[in-house]
């Protein structure tokens, strides 16, 4: 297996990108890792000749901040175009940036292409739950969303549940009641769709409350209100640990029990760590694409390596294909 | 001041609304309440005559699964409409409840009556934030958003938040990114009715993971992506404390420590703890009124009751006229 990486995305590249393919090449013997980049930049960090790790050298990137499309389309040497091609040329299995979003994505449908019957791919991260992981789709591909697009992320969600181990994977519609009438018109339009879909193990409607209670494995939404749910999450978790913080430095005597209680507290961070899970995967394109948090840290890029191989290895492209031909 | 409270709504009415009406009468000398329900019920909770207790007795009530809007229309003696009339006679100042939030919409709607220039009133909790509150609106009043219902949220957000003691508050739009282009058709109309309102202090886009930093004071969003943010934030809150939990109850030795540290995780609860601010308002109708949550305890209800009065006090509806008229 080989692994393109564009090694010039994040905020810290390619520091994290090097580390984290280090890492990754050392765990598992099977893996080759392609860093699309600036070699000089690169070779600060990694001793050359590497047995399993390759670099294509390019000084071009793409910036944050740059227009996705149009940076797609003219920076034709830049890390990011450059390791797509690794892919869609049959050189490289799957590709992993934590460059510019938009970027990826425009990348992902013009370079990758998208899988036949999917119109819109979706970003589509795993959170952990009270009972197990769960899959939300679409967190901010699309923005404008319609219910055509909501019952493609089902089925491609259920296919990516599947190679997770889940058989028949719950899907649940993301929506502010759980009765059939509640949302709006995209809701009751989208609730219809799936509800029909024989494809679909559709739950219903799940509240935005109960997402992390495991009544679905996969929550389908748009990729606007999606967005809005994940970096709340995030906003809400940082907010309740800093007034955790708050609250156990308040005193000498809370100081020194909160020292004690170190442990406890790192097993709690962690569990709630999206660097844990490493990055989204944009789903219904034809190669396995991992989007990496742009401030991601080696630990989070090597999660989001994992996360391409485990992709590759389950096939999942194959299963979704399979299972839009039903 | 007299407060008029559905005293039938709550998942355990009226033992919590008789006992937040009694603390809350207690505590406020120039404060009567009117309770309207089964007076047989309520008397089991409160010793007949109260000073500044009176009850209206009613044995109708509108269930929590009742579709709205027939219920408010049919259920001519029910609880809720009948507290309801006791505001739009004059007989009250603000209304309360913790019944069936559909049907207190449509209460606000058709008896109190929209304030002139408000096409959408707006439910518009306050929230803790690492710099002090704010205010969030719409959170579900209106499924459908549309961007002069954003433009209408900003300027009724930006008079509540005044009269809260805060000066020229800052409105920002909940968005998928800070740049003015982002989001789906809606934000980018939103964005410029914004843009242009002389009446509007507009910081521009807030992100959904810098909602708690204190960039804006009000933040206005359509009532579905509203709804899933709150309920995000309760339901990521609660996996963020459970997740705490387990981890501090790991072993004998934590659990001592954190029996130890009892006051400050209870610190840490209370700022988090939605029943500390009640309720929310449903602004943009003729009187306040506060929509507390079906789960309240007495202490919450408690709090609803404060926040009628203090919307009270401040004159919001008035203010809101005044800063329609300009």
């Known amino acids: 297996m080989i692994i393109a990486v564009d090694a010039m995305g994040s905020d810290h590249a390619p520091q994290v990108e090097v580390e984290g393919a280090l890492k990754f090449v050392e765990e598992n013997k099977n893996v080759e890792i392609v860093l699309v980049g600036d070699s000089k930049k690169i070779s600060e960090y990694l001793n050359f000749p590497h047995e399993r790790i390759k670099i294509i050298h390019t000084s071009e990137t793409i910036g944050s901040d740059e227009e996705p499309l149009k940076a797609i389309k003219t920076k034709k040497t830049s890390s990011m175009v450059m390791a797509l091609k690794e892919v869609s040329e049959k050189r490289a299995d799957a590709f992993v940036t934590a460059g510019n ?26 959170f952990p739950g009270e009972k197990g992981e769960f899959i939300m789709l679409d967190i901010g591909a699309t923005s404008d969303g319609k219910a055509k697009y909501l019952e493609q992320y089902a089925l491609l969600g259920s296919a990516y549940a599947e190679t997770r181990g889940i058989n028949n994977p719950r899907v649940g ?9 509640k949302g709006d018109e995209l809701r009751k339009e989208a609730y219809e769709l799936l509800q029909n879909n024989k494809n679909i193990n559709f739950i219903g409607n799940v509240e935005a409350r109960d997402i992390f209670k495991g009544y679905a494995d996969v929550i389908v939404t748009d990729g606007f209100s999606g967005n809005v749910a994940l970096k709340v999450i995030e906003g809400t978790a940082g907010f ?9 430095l308040s005193s000498l005597k809370s100081k020194i029990l909160t020292f004690l209680l170190k442990k406890e507290l ?9 660097r844990e899970t490493g990055g989204s995967l ?20 090597y ?21 839009l031909e039903n």
């Open 173 to 181: 519609l993301l929506n502010i009641g759980v009765e059939e009438t």
């Open 282 to 301: 944009l789903i219904g394109v034809n190669a396995p694409l991992i989007k990496a948090h742009g401030s991601s840290n080696s630990y989070a890029f």
């Open 101 to 126: 979003t938009g970027a990826a994505l425009a990348g992902g449908l013009f370079i990758l292409g998208r899988i036949k019957g999917i119109e819109r791919p979706a970003l589509s991260p795993i």
């Open 266 to 274: 790192k097993g709690m961070k962690k569990s709630l760590d999206y």
């Open 303 to 323: 999660n989001a390596l994992k996360l391409s191989k485990t992709v590759c290895e389950n096939n999942l492209i194959e299963k979704i294909k399979e299972k």
């Open 240 to 248: 309740v640990m800093q007034v955790l913080k708050t609250n156990l």
